[in-house]
């Protein structure tokens, strides 16, 4: 479950054809990490056991671990009034910045909208809302059709927002989500006056997401032993399913009752997504030794176990000359490397299957002019 309070600190929609008394709505976030599974199962007391409706266990989502690319991060929502949509728009995520931008224009002043919305528009073809049981008001039917079974996208959809007000400021920062009453199931929002002469300062949400998807977080790491030696810059990841098709999601919202339903579409068959791509930079990404770098990979939770990891890395020697470039090492994963075992333990959204990958191998594969090459010889004892 994902809870988001968005700030927007600068707008990247053209604002001259918008009426005066529009402007624009803004957001700042926070996020509840995914929860791991012990054995194939839940975890006894973690935040995902709350009571559907508390907040426990939210991060800002500049924190949230794993985290999808800056790329795939943004949020579509729909402002809905009476049994329309009165207008759309994105919230998009920096990750340099670690802020998010906005082009949800809204009418101003005193004007009331149930808000609804889903991440990300990259990851479907085509997504329709329409009224739950001819309305809007905290209910709402979302249809996200052309999912990818498997995607680098952290799918999700809105659950809750709330309003900040004047007194939600203090100093000129906004108070934490923990203490501004929002609700799971509550959705209505009322536009305000501006909080300064600027046409994008005022109007803020809290606002919250739960996952539609299951998480597989891949965590490199070069072994201390080895990194002596080499550097691995990561060029690029694949993670791919065996068995996997493209789906239709129909997301039937009902007050703080969430109901997901999966159509699959498509013949089934080995799917790939690229979950991580630095292929078009001049190098690729260095993995740690302390910290593993995590690569976090989505897929929906009706798809089968068996995954396929395909990794491209270049090999550097600790002065940074290139040894070997655009290495490919494939691994199979099977139901009991994801901790899962027994056939009453399935995928559940939401959740997160960590696997480490330590890069360790037993020999050099081929040496540097950097490396040692004059060895000494030493007279042994009789």
Known sequence: MMLVLMGISSCSDDS??????????????????????????????????????????????????????????????????????????????????????????MEEAGTTYHVYGYMSPKAVNEAILVPNGNSFENKAILYLNGLNGITPVDVCVVTGVKGLTKADFTNNVIKPISESGIEVGKFAYTSHEKLSSEPTKGNYIYLLLDHLYTCLNLKFQVSAQYSKLRKIKLRKVELGVEACEAYNAKVTINGSQLDVNYTATGTSSTTTAVVFDRTRMSEGLEIPTSTPLNVPGYFSPTVGNTFIITTTYDVFDK??????????????????????????????????????????????YQLSDADLDNPTIRVAAP
Do not use: C
């Open 16 to 105: 001259s054809d918008r009426p005066g008394d529009w402007q624009l709505l803004e957001m700042v976030p926070y996020t509840n990490n995914y929860q791991e599974l012990e054995d194939g199962t839940r975890a006894e007391g973690d935040p995902y056991d709350a009571p559907f409706g508390t907040i426990d266990g939210y991060v800002p989502y500049a924190d949230l671990i794993p985290q999808a690319d800056a790329a795939y991060s943004t949020i579509h929502v729909f402002l809905t009034q009476g049994t329309v949509v009165n207008t759309e728009g994105d919230f998009a995520y920096h990750d340099d910045t670690k802020k998010w931008t906005s082009s949800v224009w």
């Open 319 to 364: 002065q940074d000359n290139l040894i070997r470039a655009n290495q490919t090492a494939v691994n199979h994963l099977t139901p009991a490397n994801l901790g899962i075992t027994g056939s009453e333990h399935t995928h559940e959204r939401g959740r997160v299957h960590p696997l480490s990958l330590i890069i360790e191998p037993t020999y050099l």
